[in-house]
């Protein structure tokens, strides 16, 4: 019997939403191995290849499946927001590019920090494409989508005119933290060793510093209105942020915070107001990435030779973007190219990081366990001072470890892959990777890509979406950090709310 178009309704219907729990299991389950059996299959018929090509391939083929997603959210989507971005991104320059710069010889890739791991750098990246293939399973997974789709929106609400003195506040207080650990604290990443930055005044003095990177986003939401964006008030708040963002930049020499304030600002433009071309909105993102490396790179490498040195009050924190953009000049386009070409291809190295993992992690002795991947939320809630044993980040004892050097603290790329294989082996990696992949559709999914998603949810995403992207770190430090951006987030929401209803900022108003 042939069903009607009643039938043919009915039975879709029964055939998606309709699947009971065990029925979704089982989806997930063939999901996870197909995509296994996938990357074994490239495995293997890579290994048919002739010698020296069957790691270029490897490189090629995965280059190809991270940047495909991304391209297409970028060019034809114009949506910075979706997580694919980055983490295709990510996966390209650390196990694409530099793979295959490494193979051709290139000048611009530098030697890795451990030896000998050259028969493992086609084992690395197929373990890569297996990770990256479940990620994708659990991303693009349809049952899950739907599912991601039911659940409930929570509502909040934000006043209707802008609480520009709330606002410039939150921003006060958060530069105010950064100062004091850059001034009082001399806290430059490169300055500190693992312990000082285990401390909990400085994670709290960290933590209170992000408090500006909310407020600009905020300020975002009210900026880039649907019905009309003012170029004047936007050119007014950007005159006053991007020149102290960029001070900090280069004090404390690292790039992704003004890169996430400007691609959050450009997603969140996008978002509300969707005028940017796929094109030039994906060309402007790669401008701003080399601009940043460029900008970067070479204030390093002037601090290195003793042209320039590091801020240590506030008079020289004031003077260093002046000085530094005179050796900008100086270097000319060629150098400045050339420097974030070379600091692209030599910061992105978890290739040959999953290759060392896998050539001398069985001599590797560490106190780990699947369970203190459970115990994120207790990482990040309670002190140290209070749990004096809790656990450590582990990626600087398997640095120490592979060079054979008693006590380094120097710290590398674990990635979230090699962090599961050392934790779990190969099971580790297939299920941790689709796990990956599930939370970040529950949270693309969830905040941002629904019906009645308003740009409340985006920001409170973009507070989670920057720390989670760093796919080529440990685990539990970018969730812990996650755990932390997100009640920062709610907590500055509120405030913003009530601040502003007392302040006499207008009635509150949903879905703003």
Same mark, same amino acid.
């Given at each position: #019997?042939?069903?009607?178009?009643?039938?043919?309704?009915?039975?879709?219907?029964?055939?998606? %939403?309709? %699947?009971?729990?065990?029925?979704?299991?089982?989806?997930?389950?063939?999901?996870?191995?197909?995509?296994?059996?996938?990357?074994?299959?490239?495995?293997?018929?890579?290994?048919?290849?002739?010698?020296?090509?069957?790691?270029?391939?490897?490189?090629?083929? @995965?280059?190809?499946?991270?940047?495909?997603?991304?391209?297409?959210?970028?060019?034809?989507?114009?949506?910075?927001?979706?997580?694919?971005?980055?983490?295709?991104?990510?996966?390209?320059?650390?196990?694409? #590019?530099?793979?295959?710069?490494?193979?051709?010889?290139? &000048?611009?890739?530098?030697?890795?920090?451990?030896?000998?791991?050259?028969? &493992?750098?086609?084992?690395?990246?197929?373990?890569?494409?297996?990770?990256?293939?479940?990620?994708?399973?659990?991303?693009?997974?349809?049952?899950?989508?739907?599912?991601?789709?039911?659940?409930?929106?929570?509502?909040?609400?934000?006043?209707?005119?802008?609480?520009? #003195?709330? @606002?410039?506040?939150?921003?006060?207080?958060?530069?105010?933290? %950064?100062?004091?650990?850059?001034?009082?604290?001399?806290?430059?990443?490169?300055?500190?060793?693992?312990?000082?930055?285990?401390?909990?005044?400085?994670?709290?003095?960290?933590?209170?510093?992000?408090?500006?990177?909310?407020?600009?986003?905020?300020?975002?939401?009210?900026?880039?209105?649907?019905?009309?964006?003012?170029?004047?008030?936007?050119?007014?708040?950007?005159?006053?942020?991007?020149?102290?963002?960029?001070?900090?930049?280069?004090?404390?020499?690292?790039? !992704?915070?003004?890169?996430?304030?400007?691609?959050?600002?450009?997603?969140?433009?996008?978002?509300?107001?969707? %005028?940017?071309?796929?094109?030039?909105?994906?060309?402007?993102?790669?401008?701003?990435?080399?601009?940043?490396?460029?900008? /970067?790179?070479?204030?390093?490498?002037?601090?290195?030779?003793?042209?320039?040195?590091?801020?240590?009050?506030?008079?020289?924190?004031?003077?260093?973007?002046?000085?530094?953009?005179?050796?900008?000049?100086?270097?000319?386009?060629?150098?400045?190219? !050339?420097?974030?070409?070379?600091?692209?291809?030599?910061?992105?190295?978890?290739?040959?990081?999953?290759?060392?993992?896998?050539?001398?992690?069985?001599?590797?002795?560490?106190?780990?366990?699947?369970?203190?991947?459970?115990?994120?939320?207790?990482?990040?809630?309670?002190?140290?001072?209070?749990?004096?044993?809790?656990?450590?980040?582990?990626?600087?004892?398997?640095?120490?470890?592979?060079?054979?050097? &008693?006590?380094?603290?120097?710290?590398?790329? #674990?990635?979230?892959?090699?962090?599961?294989?050392?934790?779990?082996? @190969?099971?580790?990696?297939?299920?941790?990777?689709?796990?990956?992949?599930?939370?970040?559709?529950?949270?693309?999914?969830?905040?941002?890509?629904?019906?009645?998603?308003?740009?409340?949810?985006?920001?409170?995403?973009?507070?989670?979406?920057?720390?989670?992207?760093?796919?080529?770190?440990?685990?539990?430090?970018?969730? /812990?950090?996650?755990?932390?951006?997100?009640? /920062?987030?709610?907590?500055?929401?509120?405030? /913003?709310?009530?601040?502003?209803?007392?302040?006499?900022?207008?009635?509150?108003?949903?879905?703003?």
């Amino acid at each position: #019997m042939v069903p009607g178009p009643a039938n043919e309704v009915d039975l879709r219907h029964a055939l998606t %939403r309709g %699947r009971d729990l065990s029925g979704q299991l089982v989806v997930a389950l063939l999901c996870a191995l197909s995509a296994a059996v996938a990357g074994a299959a490239v495995a293997l018929a890579v290994g048919v290849l002739p010698e020296g090509r069957a790691v270029p391939v490897l490189a090629f083929v @995965l280059s190809a499946l991270a940047l495909a997603p991304a391209v297409h959210a970028l060019i034809w989507r114009g949506d910075l927001f979706q997580p694919i971005v980055p983490i295709g991104l990510f996966f390209f320059l650390d196990f694409g #590019m530099r793979t295959l710069l490494v193979e051709a010889g290139s &000048e611009l890739a530098e030697p890795f920090i451990f030896v000998n791991i050259d028969n &493992e750098r086609g084992p690395a990246v197929a373990l890569a494409i297996l990770a990256l293939v479940l990620t994708y399973a659990g991303y693009y997974a349809p049952w899950w989508r739907r599912a991601v789709g039911r659940i409930p929106q929570i509502p909040m609400a934000l006043p209707a005119h802008a609480p520009w #003195m709330v @606002l410039s506040l939150i921003y006060a207080v958060g530069v105010i933290a %950064r100062s004091v650990l850059l001034l009082d604290r001399r806290a430059t990443f490169a300055s500190l060793d693992l312990q000082e930055r285990l401390t909990d005044d400085f994670n709290l003095l960290l933590q209170i510093g992000s408090f500006s990177q909310f407020a600009v986003l905020l300020a975002g939401v009210y900026l880039f209105r649907p019905e009309r964006v003012r170029p004047g008030v936007v050119a007014a708040v950007l005159a006053v942020i991007a020149p102290i963002e960029a001070i900090f930049t280069v004090a404390f020499g690292a790039k !992704h915070v003004f890169a996430f304030l400007l691609v959050g600002l450009a997603g969140l433009y996008n978002y509300r107001v969707r %005028r940017l071309g796929g094109l030039r909105f994906a060309l402007a993102v790669a401008a701003v990435v080399v601009v940043m490396f460029g900008v /970067v790179t070479i204030y390093r490498d002037r601090i290195h030779r003793g042209v320039l040195e590091r801020p240590t009050d506030a008079a020289s924190l004031a003077t260093a973007p002046v000085a530094l953009a005179g050796e900008l000049v100086q270097a000319g386009p060629g150098e400045f190219l !050339h420097a974030a070409l070379r600091t692209l291809a030599n910061r992105h190295t978890s290739g040959e990081t999953v290759a060392s993992i896998l050539a001398y992690g069985d001599t590797v002795d560490l106190e780990i366990t699947g369970a203190d991947l459970v115990l994120i939320p207790a990482f990040a809630f309670v002190p140290r001072a209070i749990w004096p044993d809790k656990p450590a980040p582990f990626s600087p004892q398997v640095s120490s470890a592979f060079r054979g050097v &008693e006590g380094n603290r120097t710290s590398f790329g #674990m990635t979230h892959t090699g962090d599961l294989y050392l934790r779990h082996g @190969l099971p580790g990696v297939v299920i941790g990777s689709l796990m990956l992949g599930l939370l970040y559709r529950l949270l693309y999914g969830w905040l941002v890509d629904r019906t009645g998603a308003t740009a409340l949810g985006a920001v409170l995403y973009l507070a989670l979406f920057w720390r989670i992207i760093f796919v080529n770190a440990e685990i539990i430090p970018v969730y /812990v950090q996650a755990i932390r951006s997100l009640v /920062v987030g709610l907590g500055l929401l509120v405030l /913003v709310a009530y601040a502003s209803q007392v302040m006499g900022g207008g009635r509150a108003q949903r879905g703003l």
